[in-house]
T-cell receptor
Framework: SAVISQKPSRDICQRGTSLTIQCQVD?????MFWYRQQPGQSLTLIAT?????????ESGFVIDKFPISRPNLTFSTLTVSNMSPEDSSIYLC??????????????FGPGTRLLVL | GIQVEQSPPDLILQEGANSTLRCNFS?????LQWFHQNPWGQLINLFY???GTKQNGRLSATTVATERYSLLYISSSQTTDSGVYFC?????????????FGKGTKLSVIP
């Protein structure tokens, strides 16, 4: 399994500002994923981040609003730009980190709880 | 894309009771996973189970891929089992590994 840390764990931000969330993994992984979980809802994939290439965004999410960096195989950042109260969510980083035939097993970081006022 | 539906949406159990959570998916999958999100928000991977049956302690899961459903069994439930259980699925035929999550089953185990 993979051990994932995220910073910050929580933050309260003013509308119009931006927040960068960091995700660190204890081993090298090819694919990293960023999810959003709005209050009381399920998880929605924002984008997939591969090292050395542009992130792939899901429908409804754009790079200008959620720029992603993936400088190496153990680290990624997600920025939430020009925030509004609708961006208040938990943001989760995940990786595929299974061994052997179960390489698709996904592991999640502890999440970043964001409240936008 | 794949649709994932979970039932029931909410479940209240007395400690020690057994339960079955269901996950239906709309299309062929070769990746199906069950997760538990504890009350503090941490998501824990319970099973990677695209087909067949697995057991881990008091938990077990069965996926019948041909009939497009998966079941998660919790036996002798404990208060620490409380939280939300998510099923997630994908088909990675074209190298796409993005999981689609169901809406979850919120489980409350009362003493």
């Amino acid at each position: 399994s993979a051990v994932i840390s995220q910073k910050p764990s929580r933050d309260i931000c003013q509308r119009g500002t931006s927040l960068t969330i960091q995700c660190q993994v204890d081993s090298q992984v090819t694919m990293m994923f960023w999810y959003r979980q709005q209050p009381g809802q399920s998880l929605t994939l924002i984008a997939t981040a591969n090292q050395g290439s542009e992130a792939t965004y899901e429908s409804g999410f754009v790079i200008d609003k959620f720029p992603i960096s993936r400088p190496n195989l153990t680290f990624s950042t997600l920025t939430v730009s020009n925030m509004s109260p609708e961006d208040s969510s938990i943001y989760l980083c995940s990786v595929e980190g299974g061994t052997g035939v179960h390489q698709e097993t996904q592991y999640f970081g502890p999440g970043t709880r964001l409240l936008v006022l | 894309g794949i649709q994932v539906e979970q039932s029931p949406p909410d479940l209240i159990l007395q400690e020690g009771a057994n339960s079955t959570l269901r996950c239906n998916f709309s299309d062929s999958v070769n990746n199906l996973q069950w997760f538990h999100q504890n009350p503090w928000g941490q998501l824990i991977n319970l099973f990677y189970i695209p087909s067949g049956t697995k057991q881990n302690g008091r938990l077990s899961a069965t996926t019948v891929a041909t009939e497009r459903y998966s079941l998660l069994y919790i036996s002798s439930s404990q208060t620490t089992d409380s939280g939300v259980y998510f099923c997630a699925a994908s088909y990675s035929g074209a190298g796409s590994y993005q999981l689609t999550f169901g809406k979850g089953t919120k489980l409350s185990v009362i003493p």
